[in-house]
């Protein structure tokens, strides 16, 4: 009795081919999804538009004029206050006697407040934006490169960095967290190995504007997307 199988399974050359052909198939995929990853990483970091600046509306505008107007000179604050905020009723200005009695030392500004502020400067307005954490400024910045420069001459390069700001023990503190392409960190070295040193420690005492404002500033304080900063008699 003759027993003929139906069956006729893949020779060993046939099922070496067939994952021979599949791995390359995967590879290239591979290739293709890594490529178009690179290409987008490029695209956004290296040739980065620039950002849309922050708008306020009205109400949020004017919150924010009266907050300026507490940092503005007397003279400057007068003027600023009949052009932005008494325009409906104009009155001629009323002597009156100079007091810091109950004057309030404590500004406070929100996240928008400074993208918006930010927008007001023309030369800077699409290339910074802030972002407020715990004891943290976060900045993305966007760094049109010298043509000049090797390989990245004329691109725009997309950075981030954070700075942690606020007063420790009385005493002001700025540290450079880090500094980040693409999401890649630049090495300690390349940024003069100062992260994650309190650049007041490292560049202060030669009267420079840190150790000014330092000087004048008696606490600040970064929580919540609000920078809140308490002033010096």
């Not at 040739?47 to 306020?56: E, H, V």
């Not at 009949?82 to 500004?109: C, H, Q, V, W």
Request: net charge negative.
């Amino acid at each position: 009795m003759n027993n003929d199988s139906t069956d006729n399974p893949q020779s060993p050359a046939g099922k070496s081919r067939s994952g021979c052909l599949q791995a390359l198939g995967i590879s290239i995929i591979t290739l293709i999804v890594a490529g178009l990853i690179l290409g987008g990483w490029v695209k956004y970091n290296i040739y980065a538009s620039q950002f849309s600046p922050t708008t306020l509306d009205k109400e949020e505008q004017k919150v924010l004029d009266t907050k300026l107007i507490q940092l503005e000179e007397s003279a400057q604050k007068d003027d600023f206050r009949r052009e932005r905020l008494d325009n409906e009723s104009p009155m001629p200005l009323l002597p009156e006697t100079y007091s810091e009695t109950g004057a309030k030392r404590e500004i406070e500004f929100t996240e928008k407040e400074l993208n918006a502020l930010i927008a007001n400067q023309p030369e800077v307005a699409s290339m910074v934006a802030i972002d407020l954490s715990e004891d943290i400024v976060s900045l993305k910045v966007i760094v049109p490169m010298d043509e000049d420069i090797f390989i990245l001459g004329g691109k725009t390069l997309r950075l981030k960095m954070g700075i942690g700001l606020g007063y420790k023990d009385d005493e002001l503190f700025v540290v450079l967290k880090g500094v980040s392409l693409g999401g890649v960190p630049i090495p300690n070295a390349w940024l003069g190995n100062v992260k994650n040193k309190n650049l007041m420690e490292e560049f202060g005492g030669e009267g420079g504007f840190w150790d000014l404002f330092a000087a004048g500033v008696k606490d600040i304080r970064i929580k919540d997307g609000h920078l809140r900063i308490r002033l010096k008699e």
